[in-house]
């Protein structure tokens, strides 16, 4: 983990949203132009991969701050972890049901039972992902501050989180400060 956390904020761009997107694109027009069928499960992890990338960081960088809060702490990961294996699983099942319902929509139906029962999955992924970043970004201004913080103190490295292509060109240098020993961690 100290080597993402170690890259320019550049650098860290480009690895978590430009090369994960470029992977993805590229080798799916690769497949194209072989005329080689992927199969589902190649196109599901395909399509899953810059969400997937961006879920591990998250998952990486929330872990990486817990272990650097204060001692007395009190808090739990317990539901930092469930939150990002659910929102995992639940990543690869949306693109997999999507992938059913294109097909069930070219045949000519409508698959209303499939979506009915994705829509509650899909709020508790919702939830989940909120709760990530929640996470992510108190761990953050905690592991900074070395005290307890209210959601006030952390809002703007919440946003952050939750607008990553753009938070990332604040975050990076804020994460950078933890391996190079000027964080107060």
């Known amino acids: 983990m100290p080597v993402l956390l170690r890259l320019r904020h550049w650098q860290a761009f480009l690895l978590l949203f430009v090369l994960p997107f470029l992977l993805q694109y590229s080798l799916?027009?690769?497949?194209?132009?072989?005329s080689v069928d992927p199969g589902w499960l190649s196109s599901l992890l395909l399509n899953a991969l810059p969400s997937v990338v961006y879920v591990?960081?998250?998952?990486?960088?929330?872990?990486?701050?817990?272990?650097r809060l204060p001692a007395a702490d009190n808090s739990s990961r317990v539901y930092?972890?469930?939150g990002a294996?659910?929102?995992?699983?639940?990543?690869?099942?949306f693109i997999y049901t999507l992938t059913l319902v294109k097909e069930s929509v070219l045949n000519g139906n409508f698959p209303y039972g499939m979506l009915l029962?994705?829509?509650?999955?899909?709020?508790?992924?919702?939830?989940?992902?909120?709760?990530?970043v929640y996470?992510?970004?108190?761990?953050?201004?905690?592991?900074?501050?070395q005290r307890d913080v209210r959601f006030g103190e952390f809002s703007g490295a919440y946003f952050l989180f939750m607008f990553l292509p753009l938070g990332?060109?604040?975050?990076?240098?804020?994460?950078?400060k933890?391996?190079?020993?000027t964080g107060r961690a």
Do not use: D, N, S
């Not at 799916?28 to 072989?34: D, E, M, N, S, V």
């Not at 294996?85 to 099942?93: H, I």
């Not at 029962?117 to 990530?132: D, I, S």
């Open 28 to 34: 799916l027009q690769l497949l194209r132009a072989a």
């Open 178 to 181: 933890f391996t190079t020993g």
């Open 56 to 67: 591990l960081w998250l998952w990486r960088v929330g872990l990486f701050l817990f272990w």
């Open 168 to 176: 990332i060109w604040f975050l990076q240098p804020r994460l950078h």
């Open 85 to 93: 294996v659910y929102f995992f699983l639940y990543t690869l099942l």
């Open 135 to 145: 996470f992510a970004a108190k761990a953050l201004v905690r592991a900074e501050q």
């Open 80 to 82: 930092f972890h469930m």
């Open 117 to 132: 029962l994705l829509a509650p999955m899909h709020l508790l992924a919702t939830f989940c992902f909120l709760y990530m």
